[in-house]
């Protein structure tokens, strides 16, 4: 889970990859279908023991309107009834192939429990951005994605982002939506203060006059 910023990043061989996180929820439809603007590979957790469900198949739905790769982990594979290939048998029907039938689909089986194929999911995520030659440019004036924004006592409003391209620094002037403000401080996701933001970084940013709307552009 996410900590306090809906997102987080995780540092893997000198690798950086930033996780989004959207709640299998029906109220997260909305950040779901939002998700997936911002996101270049949505990883798929379905559960070993319970198989596509509902909002499996919502899920997907969004992954391919928004024509994203989809790696899917199969999670809980050390429970007894775990089925991983009944799994497989299901998202067939949902045009996931994966690739030892001649698909494109990364299928990986972990375990978060007991730690087990965590680092070949990661590997299968680096592989995929390797393919799909996912850069973004430094030197350009900061752009972004609200995840979301509230108002806290104390500090006013604030917005959490993920920086998409250029970096983002202290005294910048932005707009975000009908918002808009200049840098204060920045947040990053393990709540310390930090200079500036480079691509993908996930911050919270204060100086905005009131609270942004959640998916709305971030422009310096």
């Known amino acids: 889970i996410t900590q306090h910023l809906g997102s987080y990043q995780i ?7 930033t996780f989004i996180d959207t ?6 439809t ?7 603007k911002l996101t270049d590979i949505v990883i798929l957790v379905v559960a070993a023991d319970d198989g596509v469900k509902p909002q499996t198949v919502e899920s997907i739905k969004h992954a391919k309107a928004a024509k994203v790769p989809i790696v899917v982990a199969i999670n809980k594979c050390d429970l007894p009834d775990a089925d991983p290939q009944k799994v497989r048998n299901q998202l067939l029907e949902h045009e996931l192939i994966a690739e030892e039938l001649s698909g494109d689909t990364l299928i990986v089986e972990i375990s978060t429990k ?11 995520v680096l ?14 004036k900061a752009n972004g994605v609200v995840l979301e924004s509230r108002i806290d006592t104390g500090r006013g409003p604030i ?18 939506g009908l918002k808009w403000g200049k840098v204060r401080a920045l947040i990053n996701d393990k709540g310390e203060k930090i200079e500036e933001a480079v691509p993908s970084t996930p911050v919270e940013v204060l100086g905005i006059n009131g609270a942004a709307k959640a998916g709305d552009d971030f422009v310096v």
């Open 23 to 28: 709640p299998g929820h029906a109220a997260f």
């Open 127 to 140: 592989l995929q951005a390797e393919l799909l030659e996912l850069k973004s440019d430094y030197e350009l």
């Open 159 to 176: 917005v959490n982002i993920i920086v998409t391209s250029g970096t983002l620094k202290k005294g910048n002037y932005f707009v975000s």
């Open 114 to 124: 007991t730690k087990k194929n965590i680092d070949k999911l990661i590997e299968s």
């Open 30 to 36: 909305e950040m779901r279908a939002r998700g997936s």
């Open 11 to 17: 540092n893997y061989n000198s690798n950086k990859i």
